[in-house]
């Protein structure tokens, strides 16, 4: 499948955490990727190799896989943290990659 | 500091083809280890990815928009392009082109796209 299927929506508190998933096939093979958009803004990678940070993300970003099923937690969301996540990674039935319908999330 | 940016007309014809080109600035595009490619959003919308080049000249698309699309890099110029031909109002979006990085971990591979450029919008319409 060349599907990526992920959550609408979420919200969290203030400093508490919050858990997006994602979930297809390719993730039985392939690791995911996780991006941050703000509105008007180009994304940001926030997770890549299934828990490696880029340069510059915090450390309350984190990534974790299982099966056919990944996920990002923000742990102690922030205000700032409030933005669209989208997952990424590679079809698993050719050389494309796909991404995941993104996941909004607001904080309370 | 490696850069993207976008650049292209911000209006085009319906059934007309759809140029852009990411001028790559604080590198080469020559790069070891990375593929240069584009990522659309329509509005409201989520992400799309469209295809990515190496710059050897190797192509890899999108299924869904194969029939469509060319990816082509100038190492000369350092600066890689954008075709979409035969455009229509479902092609409006911002189109982003991003750096690809492909690697492994521990027996898995990861592909991610760590680098993007600012976007550039473009509207289909007569």
């Known amino acids: 499948s060349s599907e990526l299927t992920q959550d609408p929506a979420v919200s969290v508190a203030l400093g508490q955490t919050v858990r997006i998933t994602c979930q297809g096939d390719?993730?039985?093979?392939?690791?995911a990727s996780w991006y941050q958009q703000k509105p008007g803004q180009a994304p940001v990678l926030v997770i890549y190799?299934?828990?490696n940070r880029p340069s510059g993300i915090p450390d309350r970003f984190s990534g974790s896989s299982s099966g056919n099923a990944a996920s990002l937690t923000i742990t102690g969301a922030q205000a700032e943290d409030e933005a669209e996540y989208y997952c990424?990674?590679?079809?698993?039935?050719?050389?494309?990659?796909?991404f995941g319908g993104g996941t909004k999330v607001t904080v309370l | 500091q490696l850069q993207l940016q976008e650049s292209g007309p911000g209006l085009v014809k319906p059934s007309e083809t759809l140029s852009l080109t990411c001028i790559v600035s604080?590198?080469?595009?020559?790069?070891?280890?990375?593929?240069w490619g584009w990522i659309r959003q329509p509005p409201g919308k989520g992400l799309e990815w469209i295809g990515r080049?190496?710059?050897?000249?190797?192509?890899y698309y999108n299924p869904s928009l194969k029939s469509r699309v060319t990816i082509y890099v100038d190492t000369s110029k350092n600066q890689f392009s954008l075709r979409l031909s035969s455009v229509t109002a479902a092609d409006t979006a911002v189109y982003y082109c991003?750096?690809?990085?492909?690697?492994?971990?521990?027996?898995?591979?990861?592909?991610?796209?760590?680098?993007w450029g600012q976007g550039t919008t473009v509207t289909v319409s007569s």
């Open positions: 604080g590198g080469s595009i020559n790069s070891g280890g990375y593929s």
């Open positions: 990424q990674s590679r079809d698993s039935s050719g050389n494309h990659w796909v």
């Open positions: 991003a750096r690809h990085v492909t690697g492994v971990v521990v027996y898995y591979y990861y592909y991610a796209v760590d680098l």
């Open positions: 190799a299934k828990n």
């Open positions: 080049i190496y710059y050897s000249g190797n192509t």
């Open positions: 390719s993730l039985r093979t392939y690791y």
